[in-house]
């Protein structure tokens, strides 16, 4: 039913299955066809009984606070669980942080927008959501101004039942406002040979795979290091029993993007890796948001992960960093930790 196919190949496979639709069309025939959010409340998009999947969700938003892509937040719960499974700012889970908009395209992840338009955009999820009974999906609006409009389409099928193989989608959020330089008695001989002071996207326990990243760094202390480039931390990813070294370690932050030789093309899309916001290109200063998707090569685990990178080589570099992790696990997940206060996950520099 929801078997692994080429997108294109698949097409004329027949599948028992409905296709429904959760929309802001407008309830009385007219054209408004979003909803409106007040200031500190939750409203419910989307409420499924029975087995399915979504398959696509679309968002655009209008509202007066200037930074309500990182204030709004989704979340959605999978099966009647009462915490959530997706926890994060709205405009960092399409991938775009820094509570601004940019015009990009992914395999699983869109947003669209003109040039110069930082505040709003067409936006879109591709990530297949399944669910054996019931599934929620809301938005909390913390801002003081109501969201005047909020359009949506939540695209699902629904099945008779769930294959019992099907990992459920979840999404997280964590931000360090700044990381924690390390500072090292001789700078010339740094090393990290521990991963303890790495900044962590995701920590997570049961069996599942890791889907990949958004990654966000405002590289706002550039000119107070011994160079501006942020790039020099490697990724490491700590799977089940790994202590040291992690069964995944890479060799900097432009190459687990899969870039090269800093991000010396700017913003750019790509199916599975790219920059979906750009700093300045040649001191590499500013605000960043980086994307990679492990759509052909999901990192698999069974009793945990831990999926961290450095800020700057050894942990060198103090800026700010945030990011939303996406995977799929079996049921029961670990409690996510606290999302920050709203003050606490605001940019330290608002882009107009």
Known sequence: MLRGVSPLSGLATLRDARSHRASSWDRTGGNY???VIQPGQTATLAEIDGAGCIRHIWFTIACEDRLYLRKLVLRMYWDGEEAPSVETPVGDFFGVGHGVAAHFVSLPLNMTCGPGRRRSAGMNCFFP???ATHARITVENPCQVPVGAFYYYIDYESY????????RFHAQWRCEHPCQAVVHPEPE???????????V???AQGRGHYVGCVLNVDNWNAFHQRYTWFGEGD????????????????????DYFCEAWGFPS????????GVSLAGDAQEWSGQWSLYRFHIEDPVHFRERIRVTIEH???NDQGNDYSSVAYWYQMEPHAPFPPLSEVEKRLPRRHVV
């Open 235 to 254: 990724d490491m990813i700590f799977i089940d029993a790994d202590t040291w070294p992690p069964s995944l370690h890479g060799t900097g932050t432009e």
């Open 312 to 314: 700057g080589h050894a």
């Open 266 to 273: 700017g913003a750019y899309a790509g199916p599975y890796h």
């Open 160 to 167: 008779a039942a769930l294959p019992e193989d099907q990992g």
């Open 33 to 35: 066809d979003a909803i």
């Open 201 to 203: 996207l995701l920590e």
């Open 129 to 131: 959501m399944p669910f």
């Open 189 to 199: 001989k740094e090393i990290n040979l521990t991963g303890r002071d790495n900044y």
